[in-house]
């Protein structure tokens, strides 16, 4: 595949990537969009944390949009891919539990945690989302690959990009995290007034 079709591949499924509310029923991009940006709008206001978590790529991605998060657009926002961390709860835990013993030991009620996995099938990941309902946070998930993952029904709000290559996926989920960190850095006032849309979240 040349650049210049990978690219053209890549915005078509940039542009099909798909919404749910929690139990799986559909909503439109636009209205995913708006809803995600008034999630982390209520989060500044309240002063609640967020948490990023993902393994591998989605590691990556997890710590790059931390920065934007909290420099851009002033949120409390960590992400626990600190080495010594994961291999003391991995070792005493097993690795299936990394992240939601974390979120038992952190989380508040109110707090977000954004959940991302390319397979949206790393249990790991399903046990974090768990963990945080548990708590009485909220939960946005970005998952790929198959439609019927796990994970993109377990959030209050899910999103899906439909593509089984890593990179597309990863790239994707960047790209739309950067869209939320940038729209709130760069239109305060739009994204304070901003309501979630009736019934979706």
């Known amino acids: 595949m040349t650049f210049s079709n990978s690219a053209a591949e890549f915005e ?3 542009r099909a990537s798909a919404f749910k509310k929690k139990g799986g029923d559909p909503i439109s991009q636009s209205d995913g969009i708006n809803a995600a940006l008034a999630l982390l709008r209520d989060l500044r206001q309240s002063k ?3 948490y990023i978590i993902g393994n591998g790529g989605s590691a990556a991605v997890a710590s790059h949009i931390v920065n934007d998060f909290c420099n851009g657009a002033n949120l409390k926002a960590i992400t626990f891919n600190e080495p010594s961390l994961l291999t003391c709860y ?5 690795y299936e539990h990394i992240f939601s013993k974390r979120i038992e030991n952190l989380a508040e009620p109110g707090d977000l945690l954004i959940a991302v996995s390319s397979s949206g099938n790393s249990e790991n990941i399903i046990r974090a989302v768990s963990s945080m309902h548990s708590r009485n946070g909220n939960v946005f998930t970005l998952s790929g690959f ?3 993952n796990s994970l993109q029904t377990m959030g209050d709000l899910n999103c899906w990009v439909d593509s089984h290559s890593y990179g597309h996926v990863e790239i994707a989920h960047l790209f739309i995290l950067h869209y939320l960190a940038d729209t709130l850095k760069a239109s305060p006032q739009s994204w304070e007034t901003q309501k979630i ?3 979706i979240i």
């Open 48 to 50: 609640k944390s967020l």
């Open 146 to 148: 198959n439609k019927s």
């Open 90 to 94: 991995g070792n005493d835990y097993g």
């Open 197 to 199: 849309p009736s019934g």
């Open 12 to 14: 078509k499924i940039l």
